[in-house]
């Protein structure tokens, strides 16, 4: 009897090489799924850096609407939060953000009238995720401005 109850009880239990095994297994497949989503965490960013130029742009039409024109290069996006103190005033302003958006990496976006890129007049972009202005990372309204007007 008392050997059949060794038996099951030894077989009940795991070894610690068993309890090695699967916690490498575990770290494996854990390590492998950190992997993968870090190109999808990226991929995030840049659509949330879509949708922030295209909100911002809409905001600069409204801008544009109210007060004939949009606001300099020297007045940028802070024009859209506080009424500017420096010519061409706006007669019409009023507040159309909360807060001059940031990227998703914490830059501030750039925003250049007359446009260097964009066939829309004016550029609005991220530096990208290097925060360098003028390589190849910069994501900008001159993406989507051959498909709108």
Avoid: C
Wanted: overall charge neutral; charged content about 25%.
């Amino acid at each position: 009897m008392h050997l059949r109850q060794r038996q099951r009880h030894h077989h009940s239990a795991f070894t610690l090489i068993e309890i090695v095994i699967v916690l490498t297994i575990i770290s494996i497949l854990a390590a492998g799924s950190i992997y993968m989503l870090k190109g999808n965490v990226d991929v995030a960013k840049e659509t949330r850096v879509e949708g922030d130029i295209q909100n911002i742009a809409t905001q600069l039409q409204l801008y544009e609407a109210r007060n004939l024109r949009l606001p300099t290069t020297e007045q940028g996006l802070k024009a859209l939060v506080e009424k500017p103190t420096t010519e061409p005033l706006p007669e019409r302003w009023s507040q159309l953000l909360e807060a001059v958006p940031k990227d998703p990496w914490g830059n501030a976006y750039h925003y250049r009238i007359p446009a260097q890129k964009s066939k829309r007049g004016y550029d609005l972009f991220s530096s990208g995720k290097d925060g360098v202005e003028g390589n190849e990372d910069d994501i900008g309204n001159w993406r989507a401005s051959d498909a709108a007007p």
